[in-house]
């Protein structure tokens, strides 16, 4: 990308104006339901991603849904989703984005029970590997100026950022889906656990268990039910996601000579 180019892609009052960056603009979707057949509202974004950065996530956070919570004989309201993690996913997919694909951009797209937050281009690291990476970017120069510009820190570290705030939210785990030409990361609502299938339950094992081991923890039966927020006697559910977690391989023992399972201590398989 040439100097004048990422200057305009940053501090743009109308990236239309510009014919190769026009179709770069942000594209946010609300959609009625949890599929994409019937449109509440589509903007697209025509500001710079660094001018515009904030305006974009204030009117994110309006379009979204409120929780309401009793503080103190008062009703106050909530985010739904960590407005810290959605700051850092949609900074990523702006940043880490493939100019060189046309015809699309980033796009936000808003659904009854989750977020979709899609950018064009297949990442250079492995999905398993977001949350403890060094950080690889294919656009240094922006990510560096956006980092001068505190939009984001250049350190490796959104991605953590984003599991912590789910987990201490006890949202279900994001997912990272790579399709061909485009990373999509999908953040979901508040889902009890009984309502999280298989596939919910050992991405959040496996993704708690870098977030413990990149902390100097280990991720233990009772971490991992605190994050489910599941009552101690019923640690027997928490070892069947432990098994079929390590049964996926995605982590493994951090003693193998340990043979207590409701004791032992689990680390992710690249450790």
């Keep these: 990308m040439h100097n004048l180019t990422l200057l305009f892609t940053l501090f743009a009052n109308d990236l239309n104006k510009f014919n190769k960056l026009k179709r770069k603009a942000i594209r946010l979707i609300q959609y009625k339901g949890r599929d994409t057949t019937e449109t509440i509202k589509e903007t697209i974004g025509s500001k710079g991603y660094a001018s515009g950065f904030e305006g974009l996530l204030s009117f994110l956070q309006i379009l979204l849904p409120q929780s309401e919570v ?8 909530i985010p739904m989703y960590p407005p810290r993690a959605l700051r850092e996913l949609v900074a990523n997919a702006l940043i880490h984005q493939d100019f060189s694909i046309t015809g699309m951009g980033p796009t936000i797209e808003i659904f009854c029970d989750r977020i979709e937050i899609t950018n064009p281009g297949i990442p250079v690291i492995d999905t398993l590997r977001f949350i403890d990476h060094a950080p690889q970017s294919r656009n240094e120069i922006l990510a560096y100026l956006m980092r001068r510009l505190k939009i984001c820190e250049e350190r490796g570290s959104g991605i953590d950022k984003v599991i912590f705030e789910t987990e201490f ?15 999509k990361v999908i953040v979901y609502g508040q889902k009890e656990f009984r309502n999280m299938d298989k596939n919910d339950r050992v991405r959040a ?5 870098c977030i413990k081991y990149i902390t100097k923890k280990d991720m233990t039966n009772t971490t991992l039910r605190e994050r489910f927020g599941i009552k101690d006697e019923n640690y027997p559910m928490v070892s069947k996601i432990i098994s079929d977690t390590l049964e996926k391989k995605l982590i493994k023992n951090k003693d193998e000579s340990n043979t207590s399972r409701r004791y032992a201590s689990y680390i992710p398989f690249w450790a």
């Design 70 to 77: 009793l503080e103190k004989a008062f009703r106050k309201e």
């Design 169 to 183: 939210h006890q949202l279900p785990p994001p997912d990272f889906i790579v399709g061909d030409n485009y990373l």
């Design 205 to 209: 094992c496996y993704q708690h268990s």
